[in-house]
C-alpha cells in the first residue's frame, strides 16, 4: 500500500526564519513520483514539483529546496528566509510511474502541514 | 497554455437537494480528469478518475456520481446531498505525472 506521512500538522515561524517540512512515504513500488504542492488560503492546490524516484539530485529553486533521500524514504521542503506570503498548507503526495495506454496516476496525498510565517 | 475552470465557487444547498458541479480544462485533449474532496481536517481524497468520454471509476463508494459527456468536461453530481458531502471539492487534471487543479468548490449542505 501506499502512503504519505507528513508527521507536522502546524508550523510557525517568524519571517526570515528558515523552515523544513517533513515527508516520509511509504511504497512498494520501484519507481514513482513524489511531489510537493502549495495551498494557500484560497484554497486552491498550487504545484510546486516533481521528482523522479530514479533521481535523488537536491533541487532548488529560489528559496525553495527539497532533498530527497531513498534510504530514509523522505522527501523533505525547505523554505529559506520565509515570508509572510509563503503562509499556506503544504502537501506532499505520491503516485505510481503511469503507464503507456493511459492508466490514470492517482496522487496520495499526506495529511498537510499548516504553516504561519509571522511578520 | 492549459487551464482548468471549475465553478462554482462556493455553494450552499439543503439536505436533499440535487448537486451538479462542472469542471472544464482548455489547451489539451484527453487529459485524465479527477475529482478529489477535502474534507474538514485537510485530508485530501480522491472520488473519481477519469481516462476518457463515459469512462469513469470510483475510488469510495459514496452519495456522489460523476459524468464525463466531453473530452474535456468532468461533472461531479448528486441526486440527494447529505450532510456529510459538506467540502471542499477539487478538480484535477493531469497529463501524466502532475496533477494541476481548479480553483475549487466549497459546498456546505444545511
Known amino acids: 500500500a501506499q502512503k504519505v506521512t507528513q508527521a507536522q500538522t502546524e508550523i510557525s515561524v517568524v519571517e526570515k526564519e528558515d523552515v523544513t517540512l517533513d515527508c516520509v512515504y511509504e511504497?512498494?513500488?520501484?519507481?514513482?513520483?513524489l511531489f510537493w504542492y502549495k495551498q494557500p488560503p484560497s484554497g486552491e492546490l498550487v504545484f510546486l514539483i516533481r521528482r523522479n524516484s530514479f533521481d535523488e539530485q537536491n533541487e532548488i529553486s529560489g528559496r525553495y529546496s527539497w532533498n530527497f533521500q531513498k534510504s530514509t524514504s523522505s522527501f523533505n521542503f525547505t523554505i529559506t528566509a520565509s515570508q509572510v506570503v509563503d503562509s499556506a498548507v503544504y502537501f506532499c503526495?505520491?503516485?505510481?510511474?503511469?503507464?503507456?495506454?493511459?492508466?490514470?496516476?492517482?496522487?496520495?496525498f499526506g495529511t498537510g502541514t499548516l504553516l504561519a510565517v509571522q511578520p | 497554455s492549459q487551464t482548468i475552470h471549475q465553478w462554482p465557487a462556493t455553494l450552499v444547498q439543503p439536505v436533499g437537494s440535487p448537486l451538479s458541479l462542472e469542471c472544464t480544462v482548455e489547451g489539451t485533449s484527453n487529459p485524465n480528469l479527477y475529482w478529489y474532496r477535502q474534507a474538514a481536517g485537510r485530508g485530501l481524497q480522491l472520488l473519481f478518475y477519469?481516462?476518457?468520454?463515459?469512462?469513469i471509476s470510483s475510488e469510495v463508494p459514496q452519495n456522489l456520481s460523476a459524468s464525463r459527456p466531453q473530452d474535456r468536461q468532468f461533472i461531479l453530481s448528486s441526486k440527494k446531498l447529505l450532510l456529510s458531502d459538506s467540502g471542499f471539492y477539487l478538480c484535477a487534471w493531469s497529463p501524466r505525472t502532475e496533477a494541476f487543479f481548479g480553483q475549487g468548490t466549497r459546498l456546505t449542505v444545511v
Open positions: 477519469s481516462v476518457g468520454i463515459g469512462q
Open positions: 511504497t512498494r513500488d520501484t519507481t514513482y513520483y
Open positions: 503526495a505520491l503516485t505510481r510511474t503511469p503507464l503507456y495506454g493511459g492508466a490514470t496516476n492517482k496522487l496520495i
